[in-house]
């Protein structure tokens, strides 16, 4: 949708049933383009990232996506995925965002999550959960604000052959949209797309 309008900063965020009359139907259009490039022409899509992760292995499919591409370079080395796999940059940039922790109002312990939290937040835990042999997903912080040796635990990990760095995989990166467009988004899409003959 937001390729067919032309660019990230020509849909609001905010969802209105306004803004999804104007810029919906062409996406939906250029969907039905594809089908007949799709698997099987689009009569049938895989269930999941998994599924699609197999066609993409068996060479069904010569692309497939993921929230979490840093997952990638131990499903190469697992032989999950072939040694070829690389991860793709878009000249218009990608919808990017970082994982959230929430704390619920009615929390019972709401001092103790709040640690966790914090713990999560802190740079030892951010480096442990960048390094691709425990999760390998990007810090949510800003390395710059760190000290010397908190920085340098981001400095020593190892680099992907698979997944490009941060600076490259964040170039032109959009936010997302408001979640009140996900299910009017699915919802044409399962209507319009999926179902249709």
Do not use: C
């Not at 070829?84 to 019972?108: I, M, Q």
């Not at 999550?113 to 713990?119: C, E, Q, R, T």
């Not at 698979?162 to 467009?181: F, K, T």
């Amino acid at each position: 949708m937001l390729s067919t309008a032309g660019g990230a900063d020509q849909v609001p965020l905010p969802y209105s049933q306004a803004a999804f009359d104007q810029y919906a139907p062409a996406a939906l259009r250029a969907l039905t383009e594809l089908e007949p490039s799709l698997w099987r022409e689009g009569a049938t899509y895989p269930r999941d990232e998994q599924a699609l992760n197999t066609l993409f292995a068996d060479d069904e499919v010569d692309i497939a996506m993921t929230y979490g591409p840093a997952t990638l370079t131990d499903l190469v080395a697992s032989g999950a995925l072939p040694a070829s796999t690389k991860v793709l940059t878009l000249e218009e940039g990608t919808v990017g965002n970082a994982s959230f922790l929430a704390l619920p109002v009615n929390a019972a312990d709401a001092a103790g999550a709040m640690v966790v939290a914090n713990i999560a937040l802190s740079p030892e835990q951010q480096a442990a959960k960048a390094d691709p042999g425990t999760w390998g997903q990007f810090t949510a912080l800003d390395t710059d604000l760190l000290t010397p040796t908190q920085r340098n635990l981001f400095e020593q990990l190892p680099e992907s052959p698979i997944v490009p760095d941060y600076e490259e995989l964040s170039r032109n990166a959009h936010g997302e949209l408001a979640s009140e467009w996900v299910p009017a988004l699915n919802k044409a899409w399962r209507q319009d797309i999926a179902t249709a003959p």
